[in-house]
């Protein structure tokens, strides 16, 4: 008998966010904390367990009437053996049997799986994607990166880190990547990619207003306040950020000519950049695609936005459930 709820949570880089989700996809009860992913594990699973609580306790929902935990956690995972293979630069989190581990500790099943790969799971399932069989959802955000859905299944890959399009290379001896390698699409199509072309630009003496809105510390400038600089007229934030939509449109070619999914859905943060970031997205998209496939695929925005985290976890979990 299958049961009416299930609870989604979404590890992110500066929050754990945390949602009741029933069977029609909706968010009914919210829990946030300011844990992160970039802290120990177990700072992070104790975190997690106050979510958990305060759901339980706030709906007055029974636990047996949940079916299990959806976990989203950001970089590599292996969701089939529940394990985060490589999380920031923690190395506590190295192999780390977070399901199992919360599982335990939670006396629920719990499911675990790489962030983007849930939200391809939500999309498919609740959002723009509904009544697609072959998709793809893009992730337009701090990173880059896709979930990979094949008939209406999840591919995951040998060890569940398939989509990981962020570090192809494009780019041979090209800029450096958080990976260590060099030219990712991720040096250029991600909010890291942004922030890195800003300095590139500041640093070889470029005419900017960018130089006075990046932060003092020299940390990462975010999308938004480039686009902020671009919408003013600064010709440099345009230029930083059609490099980043041409880039991000180059990957989303590879994503055609290799998986000739019918949709892609493209999300995260960055896509609220619009058409600045979007146009310069899908004409590279169309200059490096044979027409044949370009014309047998849609590029659609997501649907549900910042939820997306949540309810993708939760998504998995009910796909899950009727899969046995
Ligand atoms: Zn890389």
């Known amino acids: 008998m299958s049961k009416p709820f299930a609870i989604g949570i979404d590890v992110g880089g500066t929050k754990i966010a945390a949602g009741l989700v029933n069977r029609a996809g909706e968010i009914l ?25 305060c759901l339980i ?26 394990i985060v293979l490589v999380s920031s630069n923690l190395p506590a989190w190295n192999h780390f049997p977070l399901r199992d581990t919360l599982a335990a500790r939670l006396g629920i099943p719990v499911i675990l799986d790489n962030d983007t790969n ?33 008939n209406n299944q999840l ?17 041979i001896g090209g800029p450096l990547c958080t990976c260590g390698k060099r030219g990712c699409i991720m040096a250029y199509a991600c909010g890291i990619g942004i922030s890195r072309m800003v300095y590139e630009q500041i640093n070889a003496g470029a005419e900017t207003l960018l130089r006075q809105m990046v932060p003092a510390n020299g940390q990462r400038i975010s999308g938004e306040i480039v686009a902020e600089a671009a919408q003013q007229g600064d010709a440099v934030a345009v ?18 000519e290799i998986l ?12 609220r950049i619009g058409p600045l970031l979007w146009d310069p997205m899908l004409a590279a998209m169309r200059e490096h695609t044979q027409p044949e496939l370009w014309d047998s695929v849609r590029v659609v925005p997501w649907q549900l936005g910042d939820d997306l985290g949540i309810i993708g976890a939760a998504a998995k979990v009910f796909a899950e459930a009727e899969a046995y």
Not at 239 to 253: N, T
């Open 29 to 53: 009860y919210r829990y946030t904390t300011r844990a992160h992913s970039e802290q120990q594990p177990e700072v992070v699973i104790r975190a997690i367990e106050e979510a958990y609580h």
């Open 57 to 82: 306790k706030e709906s007055g929902v029974e636990m047996t009437e949940i079916e299990a935990v959806g976990l989203g956690f950001p970089g590599n995972t292996n969701g089939p053996a529940g």
């Open 118 to 150: 849930l939200c391809a799971v939500g999309e498919h399932r609740y959002g723009a994607g509904r009544g697609a069989r072959n998709m793809s959802y893009v992730t337009f955000s701090t990173g880059y990166g896709i979930g990979i859905i094949i």
């Open 155 to 171: 591919y995951v890959g040998h060890t569940g880190t398939a989509g990981e399009l962020g570090h192809v290379v494009i780019d």
């Open 239 to 256: 230029e930083i950020l059609r490099k980043a939509g041409y880039y991000g449109g180059v990957a989303l070619s590879m994503v055609v």
């Open 260 to 271: 000739n999914p019918e949709l892609i859905v493209v999300g995260g943060g960055l896509t």
